[in-house]
């Protein structure tokens, strides 16, 4: 009998470790998961010369069933550590999962400055509106109205654009799009691993169970039908008048530039202050 071939995703993870996973059924997360482990596959990187560095959270949970060097650190500190471990050792290819509670609330200063250092790190942030782990508390990101935890009666605070926030602090390659379009999100993690510089691919996720059920979303299969038609291309929106965009999920990249790099800029200053020989 023909031997059956694994799936490619079956290679990269732990199977001794944390199975079956945590997340509930219809989260998105393991979307995200399949999409970072083929982006990998296919720029064929060393997985020993990966490093995935997370915090707190259900898409933090991440780094505990793939097969490379991972970091499971404190609750909004991704970054920090990540920043640490690049600094460490340049050469590594250091990519952070973390969520919108956990980047942009405690880890809102991490996020800001690494993107404004431009330090070579891939951030797949997975934005399913909530914190959904830690008790369904609302987030930077929760929609203006909607319901949390702690926020039973509507969500009064206006919720960042997680993307522009990323742009202002001088982050050089932005992207986004959602968990339905799946291989659209493995091009742009392909897309931000290849980049040398502060790469964030901002991925749209369902919590179905929390964040849906709180503000009446339907199930699963209804939150993804909502990403496919709530979303819009960002060339397809140029054309559009603005009444036609309003309140769309835009998708793609929104900057891509290649400027100096942290760790090469350190780097650069320490062999300038390095004695010469005969100093």
């Not at 009666?153 to 390659?173: Q, R, V, W």
């Amino acid at each position: 009998m023909a031997k059956i071939p694994q799936r490619k995703i079956h290679d990269y993870l732990r199977h001794d470790k944390k199975f079956p996973h945590v997340w509930c059924a219809g989260c998105s997360n393991g979307i995200v998961l399949g999409a970072v482990i083929r982006a990998i596959d296919e720029l064929k990187l060393n997985r020993d010369n990966i490093v995935m560095v997370s915090g707190i959270g259900c898409s933090s949970r991440m780094p505990v069933y793939v097969d490379f060097n991972t970091l499971h650190s404190l609750h909004g500190r991704a970054i920090a550590f990540a920043t640490g471990v690049k600094m460490y050792k340049p050469g590594m290819k250091v990519i952070v999962i973390t969520g919108d509670g956990d980047a942009t609330a405690i880890g809102g200063n991490h996020f800001i400055h690494a993107a404004r250092r431009n330090l070579d790190l891939t951030v797949v942030l997975l934005n399913n509106n909530i914190y959904g782990m830690t008790g369904g508390q609302y987030s930077p990101a929760t929609p203006h109205g909607d319901k949390a935890t702690t926020t039973p009666y509507g969500n009064i605070d206006p919720n960042f654009d997680i993307c522009k926030l990323a742009i202002g602090a001088g982050a050089s390659h932005v992207a986004r799009t959602t968990a339905f379009h799946a291989i659209e999100l493995q091009k742009q993690i392909k897309e931000a691993l290849e980049h040398p510089g502060f790469s964030l691919v901002e991925a749209i996720c369902a919590c179905p169970v929390i964040y849906g059920r709180l503000n009446k979303k339907g199930d699963a299969p209804a939150m993804m039908r909502n990403m496919r038609d709530n979303s819009i291309p960002i060339k397809a929106a140029e054309k559009l008048p603005p009444e036609q965009v309003a309140g769309k999920i835009l998708r793609g990249t929104f900057i891509k530039e290649v400027r100096a790099e942290y760790t090469d800029a350190y780097q650069k200053m320490m062999d300038q202050l390095s004695p010469k020989e005969g100093e």
